[in-house]
Nanobody, 125 residues
Framework: QVQLVESGGGLAQAGGSLRLSCAAS????????MGWFRQAPGKEREFVTV???????WYADSVKGRFTISRDNAKNTVYLQMNSLKPEDTAVYYC???????????????????WGQGTQVTVSS
């Protein structure tokens, strides 16, 4: 069982930045695809980004060019740098880990084996 713990959420103004972190309790962290999803009130959970140790990384179109995912395998931690924040980025952000690599289904939440508890990000206009 892998535990994922997110941190770094909070309140930001539009145009501002926040950095989320997700620490994983596994010694084989490097084998996992690490991703971020988000869920806004009244909406379904949606894919944000995912990265694999080999370097393959994907972003949702809505965050491309504004958000950057990175990972530190030595610290078992993945990060999400969020710049140029918009009010529509307001959501609970979830960290997720996947053992199954796919370049066609990475955006599907059911492809992820483990989830964090979520951290709230609120962007004010």
């Amino acid at each position: 069982q892998v535990q994922l713990v997110e941190s770094g959420g909070g309140l930001a103004q539009a145009g501002g930045s926040l950095r989320l972190s997700c620490a994983a309790s596994t010694s084989i962290f490097s084998r996992y695809g690490m991703g971020w999803f988000r869920q806004a009130p009244g909406k379904e959970r949606e894919f944000v980004t995912v990265t694999w140790s080999g370097g393959n990384t994907w972003y949702a179109d809505s965050v491309k060019g504004r958000f950057t995912i990175s990972r530190d395998n030595a610290k078992n931690t993945v990060y999400l740098q969020m710049n140029s924040l918009k009010p529509e980025d307001t959501a609970v952000y979830y960290c997720a880990a996947s053992t199954y690599y796919s370049d066609s289904t990475y955006m599907k939440s059911h492809m992820y084996d483990y989830w964090g508890q979520g951290t709230q990000v609120t962007v004010s206009s």
